[in-house]
């Protein structure tokens, strides 16, 4: 049984939070450039969670606090990340058991994803959906220069259309993590996942049971 959601807001974190009784750890997802905590992604991904028995808090990035509408200021990228540690901070005491997973969509996790390479300390594991690999067209305008010092256990789900990786790109990528990497590919998927009829929510929930099981277990005992 899930409570209903609860709305945080409190020192710069914006986040909805869905808690089932007896939570088996959270994920905190962050949402892509274009978007915001309410987008049909991230609530898809978190109804599958928490069916799953997963926290999951879905959080406004920084930017998206300060305006509605809009993409973010390159200017503005180690405000977000600093934004996604704040979260970290104010919502790991409602659920104070099982791994903390943290990441997000496109930007939103690509975010996550350097702030873990530069300090690993702040999660358990990464959960990347839609990693924007390039810009679309210009693969040679790779983003992978933190990749190499992620060691943190890394779920990557990616859609076999998306413009800004191929498959095969994304599987290259996977090579440069430091740490376990896991890559969940959606049939008939593109950048945005297409939630409504890809089956991504569950596929994700399977694969977070899955490739994070073991962080779970080591907090058990």
Avoid: N
Avoid at 184 to 195: F, I, M, N, T, W
Wanted: with cysteine; hydrophobic share 40%; aromatic share 4%.
């Amino acid at each position: 049984m899930t409570t209903p959601d609860a709305l945080v807001h409190a020192d710069g974190v914006a986040a909805t939070l869905a808690c089932p009784k007896s939570p088996r750890g959270l994920v905190i997802l962050a949402h892509g450039a274009g978007s915001d905590r309410d987008s049909v992604l991230l609530r898809t991904l978190s109804d599958a969670l928490t069916a799953r028995g997963w926290a999951v808090a879905r959080i406004d990035l920084p930017y998206r606090q300060q305006r509605p509408k809009g993409p973010p200021s390159p200017s503005k990228a180690v405000a977000d990340r600093e934004g996604i540690r704040a979260a970290i901070a104010a919502l790991r005491p409602s659920v104070p058991g099982g791994p903390l997973i943290v990441g997000g969509q496109s930007y939103g996790g690509r975010q996550a994803s350097m702030l873990l390479a530069e300090d690993p300390t702040v999660a358990d594991g990464l959960l990347l959906t839609s990693y924007p690999l390039h810009p679309p067209g210009k693969p040679e305008k790779a983003r992978t220069e933190h990749l190499p010092h992620l060691t943190t256990p890394t779920l990557i789900i990616h859609g076999r259309s998306d413009a800004f990786a191929t498959s095969d790109e994304i599987a290259a990528a996977a090579t440069l993590f430091a740490g376990p990497v896991r890559v969940v590919e959606v049939d008939r998927a593109d950048h945005g996942l297409k939630p409504e009829r890809s089956g991504v929510g569950e596929l994700t929930a399977v694969a977070v049971d899955e490739f994070f099981g073991s962080a779970e277990s080591r907090e058990d005992h």
